[in-house]
């Protein structure tokens, strides 16, 4: 029962922006990137005020990620075209599932020392073996979360039991 009631909260935490609303695959992410704001602690020197989930490239998580920041005045959400720009992001979105177009930024944050203690998250086959932090995998109509562990401590990201125990643990 305690698992259903995280699912529901992982899904539904956005409040009133999606609430009563049939919540299509990009609504679904877009509810899940916020809420690992909530099951996520982050380095105690890296900022949260205001909080900033950054989408790499073109993506359709966008307009329903900043529907959700609209209700929520201390979260900012910005589009990015690379790793220098990450700074200040709590949350990195690779929104593209080709592998050609995140590796690069991917490798860039995770060699940067300015760019540290950064939750990556992608929707793409071999992220987590690339060294990101977390995979939005859709399989049979539904979001699976994966984790890669080892990634997520690199970066000195505590992420929360409840959420470990919903995700997939991916080792490299």
Do not use: H
Request: glycine share 10%.
């Amino acid at each position: 029962m305690a698992r259903l009631l995280l699912i529901l909260e992982l899904a539904l935490g956005a409040g009133n922006a999606l609430y009563g609303q049939l919540v299509d695959e990009d609504k679904l992410k877009a509810v899940f990137l916020y809420n690992f704001l909530k099951f996520v602690e982050w380095p105690e020197n890296m900022a949260m005020n205001p909080a900033g989930i950054c989408v790499l490239g073109e993506s359709p998580v966008m307009a329903p990620l900043e529907q959700i920041a609209s209700n929520n005045p201390g979260l900012v959400i910005r589009q990015i075209s690379g790793a220098r720009e990450a700074t200040g992001c709590q949350i990195v979105f690779f929104g593209s599932p080709d592998r050609k177009r995140w590796r690069p930024v991917l490798d860039d944050i995770n060699g940067n020392p300015k760019i540290k203690g950064v939750l990556t998250v992608a929707e793409g086959d071999g992220f987590l073996s690339a060294g990101g932090v977390m995979n939005l995998k859709t399989e049979g109509g539904q979001i699976r979360i994966q984790v890669n562990p080892a990634a997520a401590e690199k970066e000195k990201l505590r992420i929360s039991s409840k959420l470990l125990s919903l995700a997939q643990i991916v080792r490299k």
